[in-house]
């Protein structure tokens, strides 16, 4: 890989979803717990909706300076043939790390995007989201965590995704 100009070896985090058969990867400059760990704070996504729709999406974690989640970044590019993507990014050396198998029901509530997902290995979630320009991130937090205050009593909030609570179950040997 070149960085800044500059030819890098670097150790790549993978992973592939089992339903889709997508592939998920994350370049680190070296093999570290970190690597293992945080390999999910930036990769690509291969997203198959049906047999006419599929995107490329590069996601992006974004910490505040305690190390803690806050947002996601997500960068996508619609893509009219998923298998010629695939093999892109793995002529590139990317190769899947985990696999994701979800059912989603979305709907739309104002300017929230509300999804219902049933995760194989992980269980059922609600998921809230808006789209906003960086500067308003934290009040676009507590709006949304104001419009679940709106119809939930009790709520908790999950930071990350399901790849990384997948990969924290199994290395927590319960997956």
């Known amino acids: 890989v070149v960085l800044a100009g500059v030819t890098t070896?670097?150790?790549?985090?993978?992973?592939?979803?089992?339903?889709?058969?997508?592939?998920?990867v994350v370049a680190y400059p070296r093999e570290t717990q970190e690597m293992v760990f945080g390999a999910h704070d930036r990769w690509f996504r291969i997203?198959?909706?049906?047999?006419?729709?599929?995107?490329?999406?590069?996601?992006?974690?974004r910490r505040n300076d305690k190390g803690e989640y806050v947002y996601s970044d997500e960068r996508e590019i619609l893509v009219s043939d998923p298998s010629i993507a695939l093999m892109m990014l793995e002529d590139l050396g990317y190769s899947i790390a985990i696999h994701v198998k979800k059912q989603r029901e979305e709907w739309r509530c104002g300017k929230f995007k509300v999804a219902y997902d049933d995760v194989d290995g992980l269980g059922k979630y609600f998921e809230v989201e808006t789209h906003t320009d960086f500067e308003e991130v934290q009040d676009e937090l507590e709006s949304i965590h104001?419009?679940?205050?709106?119809?939930?009593?009790e709520f908790s909030v999950v930071t990350g995704g399901y790849p990384q609570l997948l990969m924290i179950k199994k290395r927590l040997g319960q997956g």
């Open 47 to 61: 997203r198959v909706e049906n047999e006419s729709k599929a995107a490329l999406c590069l996601k992006l974690v």
């Open 146 to 153: 104001s419009f679940i205050r709106g119809i939930a009593k």
């Open 9 to 24: 070896t670097v150790k790549v985090a993978h992973i592939r979803l089992c339903h889709s058969r997508m592939f998920l």
